[in-house]
């Protein structure tokens, strides 16, 4: 079998939101505490890749003690899905080869242009030598929508609208992964659909809908065309209270989809 954990749930902001007095951000509820969005896959090929490298990848790769990485899969440019990268220095430094990036074209010249001491290495270090602690050593791999090899595994890519921009979904074997976009495009959901899916992973901001994210009412609008056997609401704001939210998946009879918990994880095949 293959898994997947939810190393964070959280909207841009995290949960509780610093500074914020809400029910939601002073609830004593664990579930309630989100980090900010990224996954962990570790494959039955034994390989481990990283989705996102979230601002608080540190925290959540203790967590989740994982000793090797394999690849990571950025899914867009976003500060809460790449503002983490620095953290992957210790993977880094411990393989013989760079370890690799995927990234859409746009999201690789995006991240060159933030992180040159990372990935204009050649040029920044070019009349200085490196000094300290050392630099991550990371290599860029622009995939293009549909099948790609990440880490020796199949994937199945795809563009979903976000922002002024767009956010990789991807499909991995029985598990379907869609966050951070505005509207799923027919065709997109036709290819999850035809995946037939056991676990699918799918935005859900707020209730109230969002210029940039899926809100509630068109998640389960989704998840209900999709039919995987089982979804999981994820990159929730301080708006969605673990407890309510169940409550009212159950009294709409959808006792399969599951607001997401931070440490969390699933198996698929
Ligand atoms: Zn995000
Ligand atoms: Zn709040």
Same mark, same amino acid.
């Given at each position: 079998?293959?898994?997947?954990?939810?190393?964070g749930?959280g909207?841009?902001?995290?949960?509780?939101?610093?500074?914020?007095?809400?029910?939601?951000?002073?609830?004593?509820?664990?579930?309630?505490?989100?980090l900010?969005?990224?996954?962990?896959?570790?494959?039955?090929?034994?390989?481990?890749?990283?989705?996102d490298?979230?601002?608080d990848?540190?925290?959540?790769?203790?967590?989740?003690?994982?000793?090797?990485?394999?690849?990571?899969?950025?899914?867009?440019?976003?500060?809460?899905?790449?503002?983490?990268?620095?953290?992957?220095r210790?993977?880094?430094?411990?393989?013989?080869?760079?370890?690799?990036?995927?990234?859409?074209?746009?999201?690789?010249?995006?991240?060159?242009?933030?992180f040159?001491y990372?990935?204009?290495?050649?040029?920044?270090y070019?009349s200085?030598?490196?000094?300290?602690?050392?630099?991550?050593?990371?290599?860029?791999?622009?995939?293009?929508?549909g099948?790609?090899?990440v880490?020796n595994?199949?994937?199945?890519?795809?563009?979903?609208?976000?922002?002024?921009?767009?956010?990789?979904?991807?499909?991995?074997?029985?598990?379907?992964?869609?966050?951070?976009?505005r509207?799923?495009?027919?065709?997109?959901?036709?290819?999850?659909?035809?995946?037939?899916?056991?676990?699918? *992973?799918?935005?859900?901001?707020?209730? /109230?809908? &969002?210029?940039? +994210?899926?809100?509630?009412? %068109?998640? #389960?609008e989704?998840?209900?065309? *999709?039919?995987?056997?089982m979804?999981? /609401?994820? &990159?929730m704001? +301080?708006?969605?209270?673990? %407890?309510? #939210?169940?409550?009212?998946?159950?009294?709409?009879?959808?006792?399969?989809?599951?607001?997401?918990?931070?440490?969390?994880?699933f198996?698929?095949?």
């Amino acid at each position: 079998m293959n898994k997947i954990t939810i190393l964070g749930s959280g909207t841009s902001t995290g949960v509780p939101i610093l500074g914020c007095n809400c029910a939601i951000c002073q609830s004593n509820d664990p579930r309630n505490k989100r980090l900010r969005t990224s996954v962990l896959l570790e494959t039955e090929q034994a390989h481990t890749i990283l989705v996102d490298a979230s601002p608080d990848l540190r925290a959540q790769l203790l967590q989740t003690q994982t000793a090797k990485l394999d690849a990571v899969i950025i899914t867009h440019d976003h500060a809460d899905h790449t503002h983490g990268i620095d953290d992957l220095r210790p993977y880094s430094f411990k393989n013989s080869s760079p370890l690799p990036v995927f990234a859409d074209a746009h999201a690789c010249e995006s991240l060159t242009i933030k992180f040159p001491y990372i990935f204009q290495r050649e040029k920044v270090y070019s009349s200085k030598p490196i000094l300290g602690g050392g630099i991550p050593l990371l290599d860029l791999h622009p995939i293009s929508p549909g099948q790609s090899t990440v880490a020796n595994e199949t994937f199945f890519f795809a563009g979903l609208p976000h922002g002024h921009g767009e956010s990789l979904c991807f499909i991995h074997k029985k598990l379907g992964y869609m966050i951070d976009c505005r509207e799923i495009p027919e065709s997109v959901l036709i290819n999850f659909r035809d995946a037939k899916l056991e676990i699918l *992973i799918i935005d859900c901001l707020r209730y /109230l809908p &969002h210029q940039t +994210h899926l809100h509630l009412e %068109l998640a #389960l609008e989704y998840i209900q065309f *999709i039919s995987p056997k089982m979804a999981v /609401l994820t &990159h929730m704001g +301080h708006e969605m209270d673990y %407890l309510d #939210l169940t409550r009212q998946l159950h009294q709409r009879q959808m006792g399969h989809v599951f607001p997401a918990i931070d440490g969390q994880s699933f198996l698929y095949s």
